[in-house]
């Protein structure tokens, strides 16, 4: 096992790694921005170093910077968190020079699942369910409009190195597709330095829904079940939970074998994140795949009882999985506390905490880095805090939200708090019948 692993991130991710290795009895290092001299998790961890100033390209996203901070403590190995370097090829590439660990995916599996049609077409190949549209890039406009007369309107093109939205454009009929063609290439270049589109047919008003899974170094792989990320508001995910509202036995057992096949196709090791849409039908596609841990992945820890970071921290050192899966036994919800204001178009609301008083009682966890005198820099993400509940229901956990959300007290900055209050009293979320659209029609009432 390791004997000391540097957590290359900040935040709550950066403390949630720092419990875990306490647990397993290995020494810990953080790394942290000026701005974060006064960070939990430089308190927390057995010690630290000082990787650069506030901006994260200087800091957080500083690999020659990391790399010494891990050479100068005798790091065995790296975890990267979610975010910042964690699905960067480049930093995993650097890490096996230097013999460290990374507790993440090879630059191979990076690159691989990086690139959208890439990560598409290996997936397809492995007999994965993936939306019908181009087969890898499109040459032209007149090949795109060709496939999208044969699959029918509407469709969509994709940034290949995309993600997020960015590079994403719904075409209705032909007259729009040269538009949304040159608005997506320009988009996706400038973005991400790269021009290259696909074409799916666009599945209108789908779930996302995704499969945890954990891959070792022996080509085995296994799946936590679903998350539902359908509540989401542009590209933001808000609210998570499990199990699905939408998923049954049947479609977790059809969803989850695809999820393993996936990555035992590719040879996957550590956790990972197959996504999907499902359509109206139940029918189910390939979306992406996401090669680290992920912010939601709390509400999977919750249901199945297994602590995800452990494991990935495990199959890294090289222990091997057992080969079952694991199945929701609770039903659970985290709903993202940032640092915004729901009445102002969520806009940041950096600044000083000047009194917290955090939920607890039964069922409620909350996984944050603030406390009350804590000042949330400018400079990074706005999420502040995680408040994950678990109860026997849906319903029971939905009360038990509200419950939780109305004890949680910050001061001093505005929170999304107020809008997951009226969320939680919403008779369509209530329902569990909601798309991603979702949020397009959600009236937040100012009181
Ligand atoms: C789609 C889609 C409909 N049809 N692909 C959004 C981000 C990127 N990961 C893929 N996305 C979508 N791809 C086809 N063929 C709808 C979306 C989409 C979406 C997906 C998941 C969660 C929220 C979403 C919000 C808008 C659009």
Redesign the pocket.
């Known amino acids: 096992m390791f004997k000391k692993v540097l957590v290359a991130n900040r935040g709550e991710i950066a403390l949630r790694v720092i419990r875990t290795c306490k647990e397993m009895g290995i020494r810990t290092v953080a790394v942290y921005s000026t701005a974060d001299k006064e960070s939990l998790h430089v308190r927390f961890a057995d010690e630290a170093v000082c990787i650069g100033p506030p901006p994260s390209t200087d800091s957080y996203l500083n690999i020659p910077q990391i790399i010494a901070a891990a050479e100068i403590t005798n790091a065995d190995a790296i975890h990267p968190g979610y975010g910042f370097v964690s699905e960067n090829a480049e930093f995993s590439q650097v890490c096996a020079e230097y013999g460290i660990k990374f507790i993440g995916a090879s630059p191979e599996m990076i690159n691989k699942m990086g690139d959208k049609a890439t990560a598409k077409a290996t997936m397809k190949e492995a007999g994965v369910p993936t ?1 019908p ?1 181009s087969e890898g890039l499109l040459a032209s406009v007149k090949e795109g409009l060709r496939i999208a007369k044969r699959i029918k309107y509407p469709v ?1 093109l ?1 940034a290949t190195a ?4 960015k590079g ?1 454009r719904i075409v209705k009929n032909p007259e729009e597709f040269q538009k949304a063609w040159d608005d997506a290439r320009m988009e996706s270049s400038a973005a991400f330095g790269d021009d290259g589109l696909y074409l ?5 008003e ?1 779930r ?1 829904v995704e499969i945890q899974v954990v891959g070792d170094s022996k080509g085995k792989a296994c799946h936590l079940s679903e998350r539902d ?2 509540i ?1 508001r542009r ?1 933001q995910k808000l609210v998570e939970e499990t199990p699905s509202p939408i998923v049954d036995d049947e479609l977790r057992e059809k969803m989850g074998q695809a999820a393993v096949k996936g990555a035992e196709a590719i040879g996957y090791e550590g956790a990972g994140t197959v ?1 999907f ?1 499902v359509d109206k039908h139940g029918d189910f ?1 390939f ?2 795949m996401n090669t680290r841990i992920q912010v939601e992945h709390p509400i999977t820890e919750e249901v199945t009882n297994f602590d995800l970071i452990k494991e990935q921290i495990k199959v890294a050192a090289g222990v091997e999985i057992s080969g079952n899966n694991y199945f929701p036994k609770m039903h659970a919800v985290e709903c993202r506390i940032n640092a915004e204001d729901p009445f102002n178009d969520f806009r940041p609301s950096p600044g000083r905490i000047t009194n917290l008083h955090l939920p607890g009682g039964h069922g409620v966890r909350v996984d944050t880095h603030v406390y009350s005198g804590y000042t949330i820099p400018p400079n990074y993400d706005s999420m502040i805090a995680k408040l994950i509940v678990s109860a026997t229901t849906r319903e029971e956990a939905l009360v038990r939200m509200k419950r939780a959300l109305e004890e949680f007290v910050i001061e001093g900055i505005k929170t999304t708090i107020p809008f997951h209050i009226q969320l939680m009293d919403d008779k369509r979320f209530k329902s569990g019948k909601f798309t ?2 979702f949020m397009d029609s959600f009236d937040l009432v100012e009181r």
């Open positions: 939306i549209g969509i994709k995309g993600g997020g939205g994403m799916e047919k666009y599945v209108e789908p996302h990320c359908s989401q590209h996504e849409l596609y979306m992406e991603t659209a």
